[in-house]
């Protein structure tokens, strides 16, 4: 619910919860990372805290079109199932407006400093 783009954090297919799920999927690393955006896009268009009511990992699975990622997912601890629903664990840290906040902002202070090294390089003076 908070915008049209998701969040993808440098080195995800070398985490080892995406070899993992790649292991359990018997797919490759960059798939099992790929499927696990899919189910990070989707829980960002039903839910805004990380929890959706009613909801199994199977549920998870059938939601991303891809059979196991959910359950791959509690295995590895970046998806909990209780009997109330599905959570997703520290979806703060990664997801929603105040997180796309920080990136955006992130990528900004990175263009001024790359553009603030370019004009001390070229004897240009700083604004």
Do not use: Y
Request: include cysteine; aromatic fraction near 8%.
């Amino acid at each position: 619910m908070a915008g049209l783009w998701i969040e993808w954090e440098k080195g995800l297919v070398r985490k080892p919860e995406v070899m993992r799920i790649a292991r359990i999927l018997t797919n490759t690393a960059q798939h099992a990372a790929a499927c696990c955006m899919m189910v990070w896009e989707w829980a960002e268009d039903v839910t805004e805290n990380g929890f959706i009511p009613g909801i199994t990992a199977a549920d998870v699975s059938f939601a991303a079109g891809v059979p196991g990622i959910g359950e791959a997912m509690v295995d590895v601890g970046w998806l909990l199932e209780t009997s109330e629903g599905v959570e997703f664990p520290h979806w703060d840290r990664h997801n929603g407006e105040p997180s796309k906040r920080r990136a955006l902002d992130a990528l900004r202070k990175r263009v001024r400093r790359r553009e603030d090294k370019l004009r001390t390089l070229r004897g240009e003076v700083s604004p």
